[in-house]
């Protein structure tokens, strides 16, 4: 195959990991980069080489660097929902007892609904007793 077809590949591959945003058909891209590359300098490779390269290149780029992309860009950190119990929220309107609101905790802007039996002024702090889904469950 030609340099250029590599090339598109690698583009299309490209593409589909920009969609996904998985951070797993990237690496592909780069192994067709390689046989690109190396295809446009002039080594003739048989069709059969070009997709051995492309396989190796790709699945050593996904075992090697795909773990240190991951730390770097802090991927692999989890929020567990569990933890956000006993923390202190800010309301952004007022919150009646029952009633449903908006209201922000570590900086993301959260459903909220007032559990207690006092009304929640807004920018008033409260605290989190419960994670119902996205639903934070809040009392003064």
């Given at each position: 195959m030609t340099w250029w077809i590599w090339v598109l590949i690698?583009?299309?591959v490209l593409a589909?990991?920009?969609v996904t945003s998985s951070?797993?058909?990237g690496f592909f891209s780069?192994?067709?980069l390689v046989v690109a590359l190396l295809v446009g300098l002039g080594l003739d490779i048989p069709v059969w080489g070009q997709l051995l390269i492309f396989t190796a290149v790709s699945l050593i780029a996904f075992v090697w660097l795909r773990p240190i992309l991951v730390k770097r860009m802090k991927l692999d950190r989890k929020i567990v929902v569990d933890s956000l119990v006993g923390e202190l929220a800010?309301?952004?309107?007022d919150i009646a007892p029952g009633a449903n609101g908006r209201a922000e905790l570590r900086g993301a802007t959260w459903s909220a609904r007032n559990v207690g039996e006092t009304l929640l002024t807004r920018g008033q702090r409260c605290t989190v007793t419960a994670v119902e889904g996205l639903v934070l469950h809040v009392r003064a």
């Open positions: 690698a583009f299309a589909a990991e920009l951070l797993h058909l780069v192994g067709a800010t309301t952004f309107e």
